[in-house]
């Protein structure tokens, strides 16, 4: 029978086994075997076979969405190698990251990379978020695609949170203890909602067993299903081809092979990344304080620096307003955003127009003195409950302020329409960019300005 | 009656079909939320503590009891209170302070009086209590219950 149906595969056993693995000839010899490599490989199809030339212009992207996925491959291989030192109780816990950081080989570079590679997705994911924001990335068929990545944020933020608790140091106890606090003033659940999360009324051992089963099972394999639909959708849809300013939208568009063209990029992009990282956690260790005391909080107590925003908005409002009304409308906000009527054509174009970067840059500026100023009012000038004795401080330091706040914003958008002759994309753009510019100087604000009791203090 | 009015067996089944599922996964998230619904406090934190005899506490007196994260507080009239010891603003331990009479939050500046009474934002209400007993003049503390409060009052605080 083998005689007359020869064999074409190679002679050699081992040589069978290698054609049986990579199917394909590698490296491919032409641009349509590598379409065909793209195609037929699990990872490598995650790309399209052929991609718009332009759209792989380092400066449109900057690479941040797979720098996102990097970190989160590297975050799952460092969190399985701390799993095996680590055991989720209050007697062990602290005394593992101890063990971890001075006798178990490597123990100290893999928290290192496990923790900064943590905050270094943090900062990416934020930025992704801008990028697509201000090359109009969300816009139609992508809106949903948006709203994806807009809980991948928020697990992103959820996973730092849980994992903040493990090392059971003064630092996680007391961060987890203020941020755990803000849900018992979610509006008729809260109580509940709290003592659920925490497993009692207290930060405790059944609070670091709910942890660590949040930050190693639930939340990674929840992100890993959403992550994988996120860049499904971008497969699907193609991503938006960046444009200058006079580009017209039916322009022709070069295409070019993914392979090498896009995963050259990538791979030298990451390699990058991956030594940068390297080096720095090799210099800078994470964090350890002394082990996790409930009868004394620290003298100030802050919360984790990416929750420093919010930590300052508590400062200023009440409790419900600060924690809850005030994150929850940005939230509304940004997931209404590519929904809201687009009045320019504007996809691929950073800052939408010459006009809308005039008027980010004027929001910017706004936000810069406005936000400083603001605070400095609050905390030495205006003490509104004190104005206002006769009402409850909900409303006296919620919904007036709020509400005052709210009548400048439109003012400002009214004002950029009017004086700017800007569109309504362009005006909304002007107001997003004074909000986010409020947020990072309010961030700041609480990472470096803030001391003893939360007073406000010079840091230099 | 209109023909379209008319449920039809299709659509009756499928209704049927689709409370069913419905009820299967309200159970199923209903199961999970009692799974997941904090257990019992064991040990010594929730339970009820025998702290002393009246005696023991002078009146004007502050004593803090750590395992059960509250403080024995005697008013200078005679009366005792058991104040949680966690901050109502956002959790953080709230020390006694000795010499301005206070407790003061160390961590966003919350000032309290020894009867809870909030002296001094951001805290939105009183220090939560729990109830005292006194039996035959000893007092005990019951720290499975705790007692959120708008504002101070004489109910709060119970005489030998
Ligand atoms: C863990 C977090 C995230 C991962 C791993 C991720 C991954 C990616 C990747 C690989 C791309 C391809 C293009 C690029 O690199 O820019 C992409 C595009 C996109 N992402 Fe994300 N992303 C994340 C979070 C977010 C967030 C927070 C948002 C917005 C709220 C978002 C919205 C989008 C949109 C709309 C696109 C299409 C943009 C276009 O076609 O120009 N993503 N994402
Ligand atoms: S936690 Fe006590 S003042 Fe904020």
């Keep these: ?460 | 009656m209109s023909e379209s009015k008319k449920i039809t067996r299709r659509d009756f089944l499928k209704i049927a079909w689709g409370a069913a599922g419905a009820l299967a996964l309200l159970e199923a998230g209903g199961i999970v939320l009692k799974f997941l619904s904090p257990k019992a406090a064991e040990g010594e934190f929730g339970g009820v503590f025998t702290v002393g005899n009246v005696e023991d506490f002078p009146p004007g007196s502050v004593t803090p009891f750590n395992a059960g994260r509250f403080y024995l507080v005697r008013l200078a009239d005679g009366g005792f209170l058991a104040l949680y010891r966690k901050c109502t603003h956002l959790g953080c331990a709230v020390p006694w302070d000795q010499t301005s009479g206070r407790f003061v939050c160390p961590c966003h500046g919350s000032e309290f009086e020894p009867d809870g009474m909030v002296l001094n934002p951001p805290a939105p209400r009183p220090l939560d209590r729990f109830p005292v007993i006194i039996e035959d003049g000893v007092v005990k503390v019951d720290t499975g219950t705790i007692i959120q409060r708008d504002r101070t009052g004489p109910d709060d605080i119970v005489y030998p």
């Excluded at chain 1, 950081?101 to 496990?114: A, K, P, S, V, Y």
């Excluded at chain 1, 709210?406 to 004086?419: E, S, T």
């Excluded at chain 1, 990472?447 to 939360?454: A, P, Q, S």
């Design chain 1, 1 to 460: 029978m083998s005689t007359d149906s020869p064999d074409t595969r190679p002679d050699s056993l081992l040589g069978r086994v290698w054609e049986s693995i990579k199917r394909h000839d590698l490296p491919p010899q032409d641009d349509r075997a590598r379409m065909r490599a793209v195609m037929s490989n699990l990872l490598l199809h995650l790309h399209p076979a052929k991609v718009a030339k332009p759209a792989i212009r380092f400066n449109y992207t900057f690479g941040l969405g797979g720098l996102a996925l990097l970190l989160l491959s590297i975050l799952a291989g460092t969190g399985v190698l701390l799993l095996f030192v680590y055991t989720p109780s209050p007697e062990s816990a602290y005394n593992d990251m101890l063990a971890l950081q001075t006798e178990i080989w490597f123990g100290q570079l893999i928290r290192n990379l496990h923790h900064w590679s943590g905050n270094l997705l943090v900062v990416v994911a934020f930025l992704h978020m801008l990028r697509v924001f201000y090359t109009g990335g969300f816009r139609s068929p992508r809106e949903f695609n948006w709203v994806i990545g807009l809980s991948l944020l928020l697990l992103v933020a959820a996973a730092n949170f849980t994992g903040y608790l493990l090392p059971w140091d003064q630092l996680a106890y007391w961060a987890v203890t203020v941020g755990s606090s803000l849900l018992g003033y979610v509006p008729v659940v809260g109580d509940w909602l709290g003592r659920l999360v925490l497993g009692g009324p207290e930060v405790g051992a059944a609070t670091l067993t709910n942890f660590y089963a949040l930050h190693i099972a639930v939340i990674p394999l929840v992100m890993a299903g959403i992550a994988g639909f996120h860049i499904w959708r971008v497969r699907k849809d193609g991503l938006t081809v960046p444009r200058r300013l006079d580009e017209p939208p039916d322009r022709k568009i070069e295409r070019v092979t993914t392979w090498p063209h896009l995963l050259g990029r990538e791979i030298v992009f990451a390699l990058i990344v991956i030594g940068l990282l390297l080096f720095w956690s090799s210099w800078v260790d994470a964090p350890l304080e002394g082990a996790a005391d409930p009868d004394h909080s620290p003298n100030p107590a802050k919360a984790a620096w990416y929750f420093m925003g919010l930590q300052e908005l508590l400062l200023h409002f009440h409790p419900v307003f600060g924690a809850i009304v005030i994150p929850g409308l940005a939230l509304v906000a940004l997931a209404v955003l590519p929904y809201l009527r687009f009045d320019i054509d504007a996809e691929g174009i950073w800052f939408r127009s010459r006009r809308g970067r005039g008027v980010a840059i004027f929001g910017m500026l706004v936000g810069l003195i406005a936000t400083p100023a603001f605070v400095l009012l609050d905390e030495y000038v205006i003490d509104l409950p004190s104005l206002l004795p006769s009402l409850p401080t909900i409303i006296s330091n919620g919904w007036v302020p709020l509400a005052a706040i709210l009548l400048l914003l439109i003012g400002y958008y009214d004002m950029v329409r009017r004086l700017f002759g800007a569109t309504a994309c362009e005006a909304r753009m002007s107001l997003f960019t004074l909000l986010l510019t409020s947020f990072v100087v309010l961030t700041l604000i609480g990472i470096f300005f803030r001391g003893e009791g939360m007073a406000l203090v010079v840091p230099f």
